[in-house]
């Protein structure tokens, strides 16, 4: 596989799964396994090697066209007469894509490809569509053979990128997680991927039109889980959700959504490295799409009523060139308050116990997350604090110089005292803390430490380079070249996932013990030379203070 290819493999889902019927043992082709659900017979596909059956392209909504474009997603009724039949296939099928240029420009980057060529690449993808909101359905053979009695555990994969690129095939197939989980005497466990709406799609915010709906995406496809699960095997009682990055985001908002004032549709969650743009500039995007829209038609263009019967190829346009002039490290576009599904910001609501703290956590971070998200020219204390001011236009003078020049903070001491030894990695740890890892901390700590942490340290230790992990099937090379996936390494962490998705506990006799969080703040490290057990580094003051901070406004 080229460099090329396996970047767009591991971030776009380029080479998302692709099955097929298979001969059986005895050279007969095994018939499709197929499911009665209520408004459509799915039919799906059999992998014969991993002896699972693959329902792909499931709509769990009326697809948001025409009048529900920019609309709350709406359920599917169920047909009155005879269910229409419908038949999974290969097809890739993703929402719209769209990349900041600063996204395009890493990329091409690490490929050595030209940027212009790297963005006709990515902005001309195979198999985007309004009509995506679909989600895929993996199943042990013997867990649909038996049926609902199996009551199965089910695992479902909320993608990350930034939420304006990426889609249920993000990272491949789930292979060798399906595998994993029948061994041992396992049972198996049911996984399912979804699609959720991107870029202005899924989060223009504005007086017309409903903020967040890729939340309410997400939201309805766990609904659809919780309804029809039962008819693959699976327990709507035994979910589990499991995101990286965006999609990790994603699941803290739906641990607040509402106010904490509906329960979870899920038991546990799985969340790795949540990031988090607390002070996206909501107001100013919806002007900012308007502006492109009024741009790109010649004529003004004031409101989602008129973004709304644009031709999709000219709506498609408007959100790529609106999200390719984010800056550098933001995406332009993302969740903000609403008032209703975002009542506030998470850090301030899981601060309030305004989450479902009825939810078991397995939570992680990687050491180096902001390295890739940074100007790479920061070498001076002067960098560092322009830096932070064009990062935080909000906060004030005063707060900026508190923050690095307290003691307990980002002080500018670079002999070893701190976790970092350059400007450049005093500013990246603070944008980590800042943007990701801290959300970690918060939801242990406010779970009275009854949650199960992993560190992701193996080298580089940049954001998503743990993803490869999680979705190992073989190939070790990573995003960025550096070291090697370590098979043993992967395959001992889908056993941790996979065990937590069954039982709530990732603890096996097989392996090193994975203990609580606790008054120690113990995590699960997983670098270079295997795993052991930690103090995580964000038990000091730093994530306290940005807590409180955001609680007062002056972030």
Not at 53 to 82: H, M
Request: hydrophobic fraction near 35%; charge should be negative.
């Amino acid at each position: 596989m080229s460099n090329v290819k396996m970047l767009l493999w591991l971030y776009l889902g380029f080479s998302a799964s692709t099955f097929s019927l298979v001969f059986g043992h005895n050279g007969r082709r095994e018939s499709p396994p197929s499911v009665d659900l209520g408004y459509e017979v799915r039919q799906g596909s059999v992998n014969e090697t991993g002896d699972y059956y693959i329902f792909n392209n499931i709509p769990y909504a009326q697809q948001p066209v025409g009048d529900l474009r920019f609309s709350k997603p709406v359920a599917i009724v169920e047909s009155q007469g005879a269910p229409a039949h419908g038949h999974g296939n290969d097809d890739i099928v993703m929402c719209p894509q769209a990349y900041p240029q600063w996204v395009i420009n890493l990329m091409a980057q690490r490929s050595k490809m030209n940027r212009n060529t790297m963005a006709a690449l990515l902005n001309n993808q195979p198999g985007q569509t309004e009509a995506c909101l679909v989600l895929d359905v993996y199943v042990p053979a013997r867990i649909f053979n038996d049926g609902p009695p199996a009551n199965a555990s089910v695992l479902v994969w909320i993608h990350g990128g930034g939420f304006t690129f990426g889609s249920k095939n993000l990272f491949g197939n789930p292979a060798s997680l399906i595998d994993r989980s029948q061994k041992s005497g396992l049972q198996g466990t049911i996984i399912v991927s979804i699609n959720y709406r991107l870029g202005m799609y899924g989060w223009l915010s504005g007086s017309d039109v409903t903020p967040n709906l890729g939340l309410y995406d997400q939201r309805l496809a766990l609904d659809w889980i919780q309804e029809y699960i039962v008819l693959f095997g699976g327990g709507p009682d035994r979910v589990t959700v499991m995101g990286e990055s965006a999609g990790a985001a994603s699941i803290v908002h739906q641990l607040t959504a509402f106010g904490a004032s509906e329960a979870s549709p899920f038991l546990k969650a799985i969340i790795q490295s949540p990031s988090f743009q607390w002070n996206i500039d909501l107001d100013g995007n919806y002007l900012k799409t308007l502006n492109e829209a009024s741009k790109q038609t010649g004529y003004e263009v004031d409101s989602v009523n008129q973004l709304r019967v644009l031709p999709a190829d000219l709506l498609q346009s408007i959100n790529q060139a609106t999200v390719t002039s984010a800056p550098l490290g933001t995406f332009g576009f993302g969740p903000g308050p609403d008032d209703a599904f975002v009542t506030d910001i998470p850090q301030k609501l899981i601060h309030q116990g305004k989450f479902d703290s009825t939810v078991r956590l397995f939570l992680t971070h990687t050491s180096h997350e902001s390295s890739p998200f940074l100007p790479h020219n920061i070498k001076t204390a002067a960098d560092v604090r322009r830096y932070v001011k064009n990062s935080l236009p909000a906060a004030s003078d005063k707060t900026i110089d508190f923050l690095l020049t307290n003691r307990r903070l980002y002080p500018n001491v670079l002999n070893g005292t701190y976790p970092w030894k350059t400007q450049f990695e005093r500013a990246e740890r603070l944008a980590s803390e800042m943007g990701f890892s801290c959300m970690t901390r918060y939801l242990s700590t406010a779970l009275n430490n009854y949650t199960f942490n992993l560190v992701f340290t193996h080298p580089p230790g940049w954001h998503a380079e743990d993803v490869p992990y999680v979705f190992f099937n073989g190939d070790t090379r990573t995003p960025d070249d550096g070291y090697p996936v370590d098979r043993n390494l992967a395959t001992r962490l889908q056993d941790y996932i996979v065990k937590f998705a069954q039982t709530g506990d990732p603890n096996g006799a097989d392996r090193l013990h994975f203990p609580f969080y606790g008054r120690d703040s113990t995590v699960l490290e997983l670098g270079r030379r295997g795993f052991r057990q930690g103090v995580d580094d964000l038990k000091g003051r730093r994530c306290e203070w940005i807590q409180q901070a955001m609680l007062e406004g002056i972030l």
